[in-house]
C-alpha cells in the first residue's frame, strides 16, 4: 500500500506515535489516510519495541472528522467504509494506546478517538458526533463502542443533537479519561506513555484482552487462562517484578510477545483479535514510518 502523506508515525522511548497531519484541514481524514492507518498500525503492533502507542493530531486539532468531500463515499458504503475498518484495527492494536487531544475532535476523530484504550484531551478541546447534521447514519461499530463508553442516553445525546460539547463535559459522561490545561497534554501524554511503557507489556496485553472480552459482554474464561498460562511460561515477567520490588529497584521487564507471534513462531495473534501481524517492523529511536 503506497505511504499516504498525511499521517507520520515515529518510535521514541518504547511509544510509537502516529499524527494526523493536515493541519490546513483540521486533520480531516480522507480515504487514502483511512485506507494508511491499519498497515501502520499493523507495523507497529509487530515491533518488538514498541510497547505503547499515542495517536494525535498536528497544528492544535486532532481530527474534524472525514473529509466533507468525500460525504458520497461514506453513504454508499455505509460500514464498509474504510473509516470502519481503520477504526476497528486500532480498537485491535494489542498494545496500550492513548488518543491525545487538542482542538477539534469530531466524527470520525471521535470515532477515532474511541477506539483507543485511553483519551487525555486539553481542557479547551471540543467534541461531537454530527451525522444528524449531514443526514447519514453513524457506523455500527463506532455507535457500539460510543454506547459501551458513555452509555446510552449520553450516546444519544450526541448523536440525536450533534452539537459539540467541552472537554469538562467529555469527561463527566466517560468520554474522557483526563482533562490537562491548554498546551500541556501532550507533555503529560508523553510521560504517561513512558509510565507505561515502562510496566509489564504481558500483563498490559492480558487486560486489555480481557477487559475489552468483558465490556462486549463476551466470556473472558479462555483469554484469562491463555494468559495465565503465558505469565507462567513466557518471558519471567513475573519473577524480575518480584525481584525489582524486594531489591527497591525499578524492574526491568523483557517480555514482547506470545510465542506464536514471535518471528517463526507460528501464526500471529495468540489469539488475540487483531494482535501484532506479520511483516517487518517499524525503525525506533525517533525515525519516520510511512502508512503502508
Known sequence: MAA??????????????????????????????????????????ADPAVRALVLTGAGGNFCAGADIGELDA??????RHPSTVAEEALAAFPKPTIAAIE??????????????????????????????????????SATRRLVRQVGASAAKY??????????RHALRIGLLDEVVP???VHERVAAFAATLASRSLLTQRAVKEIVDALAAGDDAEPALDRWLAEAHAGGGDMDEGV???????????????????????????????GGGAPGGGVPGGGQPADAS
Open 4 to 45: 499516504d502523506r498525511w499521517l507520520r508515525g515515529e518510535v521514541t522511548g518504547g511509544v510509537a506515535t502516529i499524527t494526523i497531519d493536515r493541519p490546513e484541514k483540521r486533520n480531516a481524514m480522507t480515504e487514502g489516510m483511512w485506507l494508511g492507518l491499519p498497515g501502520l498500525l499493523e507495523a507497529f503492533a
Open 74 to 79: 461514506i453513504r454508499r458504503r455505509g460500514d
Open 103 to 140: 482542538g477539534f475532535c469530531v466524527g470520525g476523530g471521535c470515532q477515532l478517538a474511541t477506539a483507543c484504550d485511553l483519551r487525555f484531551a486539553a481542557e479547551d478541546a471540543r467534541f461531537g458526533i454530527t451525522p444528524a447534521r449531514l443526514g447519514i447514519v453513524y457506523p455500527g
Open 158 to 167: 450526541l448523536l440525536y443533537s450533534a452539537e459539540l460539547i467541552d472537554a
Open 182 to 184: 491548554a498546551g500541556g
Open 243 to 273: 525481584a525489582a520490588f524486594l531489591e527497591r529497584r525499578p524492574p526491568r521487564f523483557t517480555w514482547t510477545a506470545p510465542a506464536d507471534e514471535r518471528p517463526g513462531g507460528g501464526h500471529p495473534g495468540g489469539g488475540h483479535p
